[in-house]
């Protein structure tokens, strides 16, 4: 079992920042690849950003590329997502996920999930 705790959200102007943190607990936190998605209102949750279990790999959503990182630090069981040069369109519930396997683009590849943390970026 793992626990997964999201802080960092807020309210933000449109070209502002934010730095999103996951906590972990449970199990080896390594074991787990790791991945934010985000959910506006009356739209499906979608891919934000993925880490691989060490680090050396990310990728993102094409939305966000260029303006978010994310990383991690497998010493403080914790990931980040560094949110730079919002848009109003950033506006949703951010969830951090854990997946031993699978496809990190895909919502059902991740085994646990954070209960979100909301970001509003006003225009």
């Known amino acids: 079992q793992v626990q997964l705790v999201e802080s960092g959200g807020g309210l933000v102007q449109a070209g502002g920042s934010l730095r999103l943190s996951c906590a972990a607990s449970?199990?080896?936190?390594?074991?787990?690849?790791m991945g934010w998605f985000r959910q506006a209102p009356g739209k499906e949750r979608e891919f934000v950003a993925h880490?691989?279990?060490?680090?050396?790999?990310?990728d993102y959503a094409d939305s966000v590329k260029g303006r978010f990182t994310i990383s991690r630090d497998n010493a403080k069981n914790t990931v980040s997502l560094q949110m730079n040069s919002l848009k109003p369109e950033d506006t949703g519930v951010y969830y951090c996920?854990?997946?031993?396997?699978?496809?990190?683009?895909?919502?059902?590849?991740?085994?646990?999930w954070g209960q979100g943390t909301q970001v509003t970026v006003s225009s």
């Open positions: 449970g199990r080896t936190f390594s074991s787990y690849a």
């Open positions: 996920a854990a997946r031993a396997n699978g496809r990190y683009r895909y919502i059902q590849s991740y085994d646990y």
């Open positions: 880490i691989s279990w060490y680090g050396d790999s990310t």
